[in-house]
């Protein structure tokens, strides 16, 4: 980090009244609540990467008026490969394979080619039926406009900014400047993800921010509105104090997330330490349910070192505990849900688009 001390000069342009200091402080602080989970729970990183991902693509589904049943999603684990998928589980796998890019090194800069490929792979279009790729980027092979705000973001930093202000500014120079495109809007919500991961933000209170802006801007007369001024006049306050409220409103119902999801696996170990007999095994596959809701047999042997038929008989001892429940009805190919997580994540039965 540097120690030269920011110029006054330089930030007089980002002096913030009162209630916006306010906002930012509690977002900082929602944050600083979901960060010390993080560092208290052992399993949280692998709820970011299964339960929380699927749960932020869900809910901007949601918010684009698709509906998809949380256990295709989680069926497929963090690094989703599935057959021919329709629309509205390309769009939650190119969201979820977005996070895994962001995440594969977040040291790395957030490049315009980076946010470029991302705004045209977002809904994982190379899964369609047909899909064609020779199709070129609407602004040729220039970089996609707006996109060098998100690599710039850092210099913010540099200059004396609070991250988080410089995170919800780089968004909005993004939402003011980016392609007229489709997916302008909810690749904004990706990035923010993608950029708290490079400055040290607790980035799994930004999982899932789309549906917490929308709300947190229907007080200022909607997000139409803010954008028009944005690009009109180049004002941010406005937007900013939208954001910070919805930082803090999404990294809330992050951490209530997680802390049911811990509740519900020690109340169930509970369970199994009392009625289970030899509970060593049980009580690793409910760890790895914990993680990963959505298991089949071979996933399940392979995690836990195991053969198919220990595994089927671990799962019908947590099944006879009505811990978890198999969803495909099958005699074959059986699938488990561990469903007190999946309710965690969405809607159950949500109908299905696939």
């Given at each position: 980090m540097s120690s030269i001390a920011p110029?006054?000069?330089?930030?007089?342009?980002?002096?913030?009244?009162?209630?916006?200091?306010?906002?930012?402080?509690?977002?900082?602080?929602?944050?600083?609540?979901?960060?010390?989970?993080?560092?208290?729970?052992?399993?949280?990183?692998?709820?970011?990467?299964?339960?929380?991902?699927?749960?932020?693509?869900?809910?901007?589904?949601?918010?684009?008026?698709?509906?998809?049943?949380?256990?295709?999603?989680?069926?497929?684990?963090?690094?989703?490969?599935?057959?021919?998928?329709?629309?509205?589980?390309?769009?939650?796998?190119?969201?979820?394979?977005?996070?895994?890019?962001?995440?594969?090194?977040?040291?790395?800069?957030?490049?315009?080619?980076?946010?470029?490929?991302?705004?045209?792979?977002?809904d994982a279009p190379e899964l369609a039926r047909g899909h064609s790729?020779?199709?070129?980027?609407?602004?040729?092979?220039?970089?996609?406009?707006?996109?060098?705000?998100?690599?710039?973001?850092?210099?913010?930093?540099?200059?004396?900014?609070?991250?988080?202000?410089?995170?919800?500014?780089t968004c909005a120079a993004w939402l003011r400047d980016g392609p007229d495109h489709p997916h302008r809007e909810p690749l904004a919500w990706v990035l923010n993800y993608g950029l708290a991961l490079r400055l040290g933000l607790p980035a799994a209170g930004f999982l899932g921010l789309g549906p917490a802006v929308g709300e947190a801007a229907e007080a200022e007369g909607g997000l139409k509105r803010i954008y028009k001024e944005m690009r009109a006049s180049g004002s941010w306050r406005a937007w900013l104090g939208v954001w910070a409220r919805a930082v803090e409103a999404n990294a809330g119902q992050v951490l209530e997330t997680c802390l049911a999801a811990r509740r519900v696996a020690e109340d169930h170990a509970e369970v199994i330490n009392t009625w289970v007999r030899a509970p060593r095994l049980p009580l690793r596959l409910l760890e790895l349910f914990l993680v990963r809701p959505v298991l089949d047999l071979p996933g399940i042997a392979a995690d836990l070192e195991i053969t198919q038929r220990s595994a089927g008989l671990l799962c019908a001892k947590l099944k006879e505990q009505g811990l978890i429940n198999e969803v495909t009805g099958q005699r074959r190919g059986k699938r488990y849900a561990y469903q007190a997580v999946v309710e965690l994540v969405g809607p159950s039965g949500a109908d299905q688009s696939n």
């Open positions: 110029d006054p000069a330089k930030l007089e342009p980002y002096r913030l009244e009162p209630g916006l200091c306010a906002a930012l402080g509690r977002a900082q602080a929602g944050l600083a609540r979901l960060d010390l989970l993080a560092r208290l729970w052992p399993p949280f990183s692998k709820f970011v990467l299964g339960p929380l991902t699927a749960r932020a693509a869900l809910a901007q589904c949601g918010l684009e008026g698709h509906r998809l049943d949380p256990v295709v999603l989680l069926a497929l684990g963090p690094q989703p490969e599935p057959n021919r998928p329709a629309k509205a589980l390309r769009r939650a796998v190119g969201l979820t394979r977005a996070c895994r890019r962001l995440e594969s090194d977040p040291t790395a800069p957030l490049t315009p080619s980076l946010v470029g490929d991302l705004l045209l792979s977002l790729s020779s199709n070129a980027a609407p602004w040729g092979n220039h970089p996609a406009p707006g996109s060098a705000a998100w690599s710039l973001a850092p210099r913010l930093v540099t200059a004396g900014l609070p991250p988080l202000m410089a995170l919800g500014l």
